[in-house]
């Protein structure tokens, strides 16, 4: 089936940094792919879509300028929190659309295990 | 506004039984619901993808069952196993919206 990658797994920052967390496709192509938050014992909250070769687009309350979004190819879209606080401490996680249509013309989605962000 | 709600919010159960997790949503016009499960620290890994016109879907212990008619939908694990210890996150679609409705999940905790 395809998969989803994420880099780093874990990351620990001082607050101030900017950190990238990069998301790829590693068997297909995808010109879509979501970023999303998740809070201990919460679900997980979708943060931006990021188009392949223009802007992302944002979810409202989700400050654009602090989360930068690059799709720069077909199989990977990266995520850059700037001037991480203690408060961006979360699990950030990307998923991609499938490129096989199930019944119903459902698409698949795909999760990248996931990124956990430490600021201290 | 679409929402999904999950109950148990948590449970524990004994290795060998079975359990049932309930999935209530209001995600309209209804396009299709997902089980997910999400082990501590990881990705949701898909179970099952249900469109309103199925009614009922097995993956191995799993099974899905869905009435689109009242919103409802339950996915009950037979003889757990340790490893099915995790988070069961319950995902609706709407039509023609690529946005992703999720449940707070139900948190299993499998024991011997």
């Known amino acids: 089936g395809a998969v989803v990658s994420q880099h780093p797994s874990r990351v620990i920052c001082k607050s101030g940094t900017s950190v990238k967390i990069e998301c790829r496709s590693l068997d297909f192509q995808a010109t879509t792919m979501f970023w999303y938050r998740q809070f201990p014992k919460q679900s997980l909250m979708l943060m931006a879509t990021s188009n392949e070769g223009s802007k992302a687009t944002y979810e409202q309350g989700v400050e654009k300028d602090k989360f930068l979004i690059n799709h720069a190819s077909l199989t990977l879209s990266t995520l850059t929190v700037t001037s991480a606080h203690p408060e961006d401490s979360s699990f950030y996680i990307c998923s991609a659309p499938g490129l096989k249509i199930l019944a119903g013309g459902v698409f698949e989605q795909f999760f990248g295990p996931g990124t956990r962000l430490t600021v201290l | 506004k679409n929402q999904v709600e999950q109950s148990p919010q948590s449970l524990i159960i004994l290795e060998g039984k079975n359990c049932t997790l309930q999935?209530?949503?209001?995600?309209?016009?209804?396009?299709?619901l997902r089980w997910y499960k999400q082990d501590t620290g990881r990705g949701p890994v898909s179970l099952t993808i249900m469109t309103f016109s199925e009614n009922t879907k097995s993956n191995g212990r799993y099974t899905a069952t869905l009435d689109a008619d009242t919103k409802q939908s339950s996915l009950h694990i037979t003889a757990s196993q340790l490893s099915d210890s995790a988070s069961y996150i319950c995902?609706?679609?709407?039509?023609?919206?690529?946005?992703?409705?999720f449940g707070a999940g139900t948190t299993v905790t499998v024991r011997a």
């Open positions: 999935c209530n949503y209001t995600v309209s016009p209804f396009s299709n």
């Open positions: 995902v609706v679609s709407a039509r023609n919206d690529y946005k992703l409705s």
